[in-house]
């Protein structure tokens, strides 16, 4: 009887492999908290307290920023707004999460990325190289939420750019591309939205689409008051921001439009996908 069931078994193990002639990648099981620590919402950060970052991941559903003191900040996406935080430059060679009060804000180191937690190996660099930088912007990934959601990523691609504005996204709003967006895939790269958009819906092979990997609506989320008090990890528990790592007050950067207002439209055009 055991030599039946072990030929039964081989036979469709033997089976199954058949069936699938190229490999599948697969996504991460959808996890909570991954930093060993408490969770945190961003909102329960305490204002303008510098927060060391060691990784920033993005999936469908928002943002995971873990801390060096192990916790997780979560930064969840809204009625379809990806344009949820800001992103800033770091002046101090660190990466660092600041909640200014308004708005979350993650500041990179040059060349500083996010991980995309759905394609192996995949990174979004939110400023190209030799971007203008002069003040935090909110940005996003796309030029909409169907495209954000749409979008096909590869293992180990790169996206430099993105989407962005000074003032908070809001239905009817669409962000600017960046100067010099792009997106290198197997070592060549693609400039623009629509040049990238058409190699993707023509190259199925290892195309991955965003996912949720990760629960935002996380059991065991600590109050605010205990944000950075965690025993033995941390390193900047009840210190507020310092000048010393918080960027110096610069002039509005009006490059992109001729009134000064910040760089918002009410229609997409193909210039504006493009990039």
């Known amino acids: 009887m055991k030599r039946m069931f072990f030929g039964v078994a081989l036979a469709g193990l033997l ?98 990325y996010v991980e995309n937690a759905s394609a192996q190996g995949a990174r979004w660099y939110p400023f190209p190289q030799n971007y203008a930088y002069s003040q935090p912007v909110y940005m996003g990934l796309a030029p909409t939420w169907a495209d954000f959601t749409g979008m096909g990523w590869y293992p180990g691609m790169a996206y430099y750019g993105g989407y962005w504005g000074y003032r908070p996204w809001a239905p009817g709003l669409f962000y600017t591309p960046m100067v010099g967006l792009n997106f290198n895939i197997g070592g060549r790269p693609y400039y623009g939205w629509d040049t990238y958009h058409s190699y993707y819906r023509s190259n199925p092979a290892n195309r991955v689409t965003l996912r949720p990997t990760y629960n935002y609506a996380s059991v065991g989320r600590q109050s605010g008051s205990s944000f950075g008090r965690n025993t033995g990890r941390g390193s900047f528990s009840g210190r507020p921001s310092s000048s010393s790592c918080t960027p110096a007050p610069v002039l509005p950067d009006t490059r992109s439009t001729s009134s000064g207002e910040p760089p918002m439209m009410c229609a997409i055009s193909s210039a504006y996908r493009s990039g």
């Open 15 to 112: 089976g199954a492999g058949c069936g699938h002639q190229q490999p599948v990648m697969m996504a991460p099981p959808m996890v909570s908290g991954q930093g060993g620590g408490p969770v945190y919402d961003w909102t329960q950060v305490p204002v303008n307290q510098n927060v060391p970052v060691v990784r920033a991941v993005f999936d469908q559903q928002g943002y995971q920023i873990y801390d060096q003191a192990g916790d997780t900040i979560e930064v969840p996406f809204a009625n379809q707004n990806m344009y949820v935080m800001k992103f800033g430059q770091s002046n101090n060679g660190q990466e660092y999460f600041i909640n200014d009060g308004t708005a979350p804000t993650l500041y990179i180191p040059q060349g500083g």
